[in-house]
């Protein structure tokens, strides 16, 4: 532990600058990170509750800092947007996922064992998505690429939907009507806001984790979960679990009818080739 400074309100200032400090050392590196190749996507299966298939992903963004190891998302995102770098880490790590999702599904189609359906989605960041434009920069891309709109998901979060300052419900459907398809991220931890999803064109919902976690405990989690399922199957929209860890949180999961579960109870997200192998045992079987 650090020494306490002659009062409390100095150590304070220390320890916040030094958080300060650290903040700029990794803000100047993530600059070079993508072009010296440290930012890797790693992926997480997504699994079909009543099959126990493989049928998507999340892609996870991972930064490997040459000295500080791995250094969280949750970390460095956010300096990418304080920094403006978000645009473009947002585009590479869309399009290399789009890269991949094509090689895996041409991998599929040459090979019974089915190793996934191809869909797999990719986090937007806010700020990403209302500077605009954003999908009409990505379809000519992907179609240099070959690779059809609809291998994508786009993961968004329930802030966004209430920003007044851009296009959100316009910006959405054309995602829609090129081909990909719409998660709400995190729902129940933000304003829940449930009126908007009539407003705005979804089609997953992906319950958030806090809710999952005590599930097996916590009546009031259940019926909290009962009552979103319930309500996503009413507007349409299929439901994803969130930080599934235990089987008996599968369990509830099965019964209350959510359609996909994703957690360490399956795998932690891992890099291309991993989860490629991982696909291959789990969907042979
Ligand atoms: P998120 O989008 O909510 O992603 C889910 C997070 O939950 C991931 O953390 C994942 O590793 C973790 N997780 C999955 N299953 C479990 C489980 O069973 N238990 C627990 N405790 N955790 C689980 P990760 O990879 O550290 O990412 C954190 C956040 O960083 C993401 O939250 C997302 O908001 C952001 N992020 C990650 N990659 C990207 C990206 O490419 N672009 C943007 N804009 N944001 C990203
Ligand atoms: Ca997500
Ligand atoms: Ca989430
Ligand atoms: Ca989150």
Known sequence: AK???????????????EEMQQRLHLATDLREALAAGQLIPYF??????????????????????????????????????EMGLIHEIGDWIF??????????????SQNSARPIHGQISVNISPRQF?????????????????????????????????????????ELARFREAGMQVALDDFGTGYSAMAYLKRFSIDYLKIDRSFVNE?????????????????????????????VETQRQRDILQEIGCEYLQGYFYARPMPAKEFLDYVSAMNSE
């Open 130 to 170: 209302m500077r605009g434009n954003l999908c009409d920069q990505w379809m000519p891309r992907l179609q240099s690429l070959g690779v059809p709109p609809h291998y994508l998901v786009i993961e968004i979060t329930e802030g966004l939907l209430l920003s007044e300052q851009s296009d959100v419900v316009g």
């Open 44 to 81: 997480q299966p997504i699994i079909d509750t009543f099959s126990g298939q493989v049928v998507k992903a999340e892609a996870l963004l991972r930064w490997k800092h040459p000295e500080h190891g791995m250094v969280p998302p949750d970390l460095f995102i956010p300096i990418a947007e």
């Open 215 to 243: 599930l097996e405990t916590d009546t009031n989690d259940r019926a909290i979960v009962e009552a979103i399922v319930a309500m996503g199957h009413k507007l349409g929209v299929k439901m994803i679990a969130e930080g």
């Open 95 to 108: 399009l290399e996922t789009a890269k991949l999702a094509g090689q895996w599904a041409d991998i599929r």
């Open 3 to 17: 020494e306490r400074g002659r009062n409390g309100f100095s150590f304070f200032t220390s320890t916040m600058q």
